[in-house]
C-alpha cells in the first residue's frame, strides 16, 4: 500500500503544461473550427479534459484560449466583416442588374396556353447564361414549377440577406405556332 508521501510525489512529466480551467472546471479552448452542437468559429467554449485532449486538440479544431489567440481572432473577424460587406456590395449590384432584367423563355404549349411541360430553374439557368449571368439552379426560388404561358416574377437569392425579383415571360415556342398552322 502506497503511503501519503509516495501519492504526493505523482505529478506531470518535466515541460507538461496544464490546460487552462474555465470557471466550471472545465477546459477553456478556442474553436479555430466551427464544431457542430460545440460553436462557431472563433468562440470560447468550455469542455471535459478528455474531449480536449483526445478529439478537439489533435484534430485541430481548437487551441487554447490565451489572450493572444483570442486577440488574433478578433482581428481576423474583423477582416471577414470587411471582406463579408464588400461581397454584399457586389451582391446588391448583381440583384439590381436582375431586377432591370426580364427573360423570355420559349415553351410547347397549346391553345389554352398550358405547357406540354413545364419551366424549371434549369430553362432559368440556361436562360440566364445566354444574357451572360451566372448562377446557381439552388439560388433560383420557385414555389413549384412554371406551367402556364404569361410573366412571372421569380426569387432569386443571391445571398443570405440579398434577393432579386427576376421577371420571367414564357411565351409559345415558334416552331409549335408553325406545327399548328401547318
Do not use: C
Amino acid at each position: 500500500m502506497k503511503t501519503q508521501k509516495q501519492k504526493k510525489q505523482r505529478r506531470a512529466p518535466k515541460g507538461f503544461k496544464r490546460l487552462p480551467t474555465g470557471p466550471n472546471g472545465g477546459i477553456e479552448l478556442l474553436l479555430i473550427q466551427t464544431v457542430e452542437h460545440l460553436g462557431k468559429h472563433g468562440d470560447v467554449v468550455e469542455v471535459k479534459a478528455g474531449f480536449a485532449n483526445n478529439y478537439l486538440i489533435p484534430q485541430g479544431l481548437a487551441t487554447v484560449a490565451t489572450d493572444h489567440h483570442k486577440r488574433m481572432v478578433a482581428k481576423h473577424e474583423e477582416k471577414l466583416a470587411e471582406l463579408a460587406k464588400l461581397k454584399r456590395k457586389e451582391f446588391e449590384t448583381a440583384a439590381d442588374q436582375l431586377e432591370k432584367l426580364s427573360l423570355t423563355i420559349e415553351a410547347n404549349a397549346n391553345e389554352e396556353g398550358h405547357l406540354y411541360g413545364s419551366v424549371g430553374a434549369a430553362e432559368i439557368v440556361n436562360a440566364l447564361k445566354q444574357s451572360d449571368v451566372t448562377i446557381s439552379q439552388e439560388q433560383i426560388k420557385l414555389d413549384g414549377v412554371l406551367k402556364e404561358l404569361g410573366l412571372y416574377t421569380v426569387k432569386v437569392r443571391l445571398h443570405a440577406d440579398v434577393e432579386a425579383d427576376l421577371k420571367v415571360w414564357v411565351v409559345p415556342s415558334v416552331e409549335g405556332e408553325e406545327a399548328a398552322n401547318a
